[in-house]
């Protein structure tokens, strides 16, 4: 497999720089046979008394920080995780690369960060005061770079999930599939006797880094934190046992689920980390449909959805969405898609 076969031309006009009006206002493209334009809320049509949804409830954090050298030179500090009290993980952005011993200031404050680390392209930086205190005064929400805009009060609301939990406020990137959820909509979901479980998937910069090797078999994903609790592990093997569907809320969960399952032969239940790289070949064992928005080129995600439903058919609906001028990316409209019969 060979990266250039996962590149796709997208007009500008298609990236979605917003959110839009309302969560569930969002469009949403069915990929079957044959492929069918809807709202995001007639997603209750393909939902079925006894189905399971699983969605991530991890938190976005304010994980960007501005700082400079004591040249004055700009850096970008975007938090990868917080380490402990004092040490996080980051991927920096400045003219020069950055030296172990290198001493930031973190913009309008008296806090300094130093460089004690590196390793490929995060560094380990110490912080002269609390990892939290630092976040919570300086940071601001981490939106992806494409947008080319500081966040807005509107993006603190949307770019996070409407069941997104305060103490899972971990994650570098929002599990975009969620956007589209209003808890009226989840209510409608659960009064039709479909069944909502979570899991947690801390988002960090590996999920949304592009692959930069043409072979695809030599990428390395960055490893993520994961925690698949005994109660959800409990609905997930019920759901199972009867036959329903388990439909993951996006890319996120169904990794969560798979690496779960790989791990040990079956789902239970578990706290710990995965670097699981899915890609076409891919045999999945868990997850039956799969929600999810339109991912950009070359990455890890388009691979994960084309592995799950398919090269051709996820090339023919991408067609058809850019054809329909469907929105792109985080802010974008969703597809739902099934499990191809031989995955």
Not at 39 to 53: A, P, R, T, V
Not at 147 to 156: A, I
Not at 292 to 308: D, E, M, R
Request: net charge positive; hydrophobic share 35%.
């Amino acid at each position: 497999m060979k990266l250039t076969d996962y590149n796709f031309d997208l007009p500008q006009e298609l990236i979605a720089k917003e959110p839009s009006k309302e969560r569930t206002s969002s469009r949403l493209l069915v990929v079957d046979e044959p492929l069918t334009d809807k709202h995001f809320s007639d997603i209750l049509e393909y939902l079925n008394k006894g189905d399971l949804l699983v969605v991530n409830d991890t938190k976005v954090f304010k994980a960007r920080l501005q700082a400079f050298k004591s040249s004055g030179g700009k850096v970008e500090i975007l938090i990868e995780r917080k380490l402990d009290d004092f040490h996080v993980l980051a991927m920096t952005k400045s003219n020069r690369p950055l030296k172990v011993n290198d001493k930031l200031f973190i913009k309008n404050s008296e806090v300094t960060a130093k460089v004690v680390q590196k390793k490929d392209y995060l560094c380990r930086i110490k912080f002269s005061n609390s990892t939290d205190e630092v976040i919570d005064e300086y940071g601001s929400l981490p939106l992806p770079p494409y947008l080319k805009r500081e966040p807005n009060e509107e993006d603190y609301a949307r770019y996070q999930t409407v069941y997104a939990k305060e103490e899972n406020s971990r994650s570098t990137a929002a599990p975009t599939a969620g956007l589209h959820f209003e808890d009226s909509l989840l209510n409608e979901i659960k009064d039709k006797g479909i069944n909502v479980a979570s899991i947690t998937l801390d988002i960090g910069l590996g999920t949304f880094k592009p692959i930069t090797v043409d072979d695809i078999y030599k990428h390395k994903m960055h490893s993520e934190k994961i925690y698949l609790s005994a109660e959800t592990s409990e609905m997930i093997n019920k759901t199972i046992e009867s036959k329903s569907k388990i439909i993951s809320v996006g890319t996120t969960s169904l990794r969560c689920l798979e690496a779960v399952h790989r791990k040990f032969g079956k789902i239970k239940p578990f706290e710990g980390e995965t670097d699981l790289f899915i890609y076409p070949g891919f045999k999945f064992k868990v997850v039956d449909s799969l929600i999810t928005n339109f991912h950009l080129p070359k990455t890890t995600l388009l691979l994960l959805v084309s592995a799950f439903a398919g090269k051709d058919n996820l090339k023919k609906a991408y067609k058809h969405a850019i054809k329909q001028k469907y929105m792109f990316f985080s802010y974008g409209d969703a597809m739902l898609l099934n499990r191809k019969s031989n995955s």
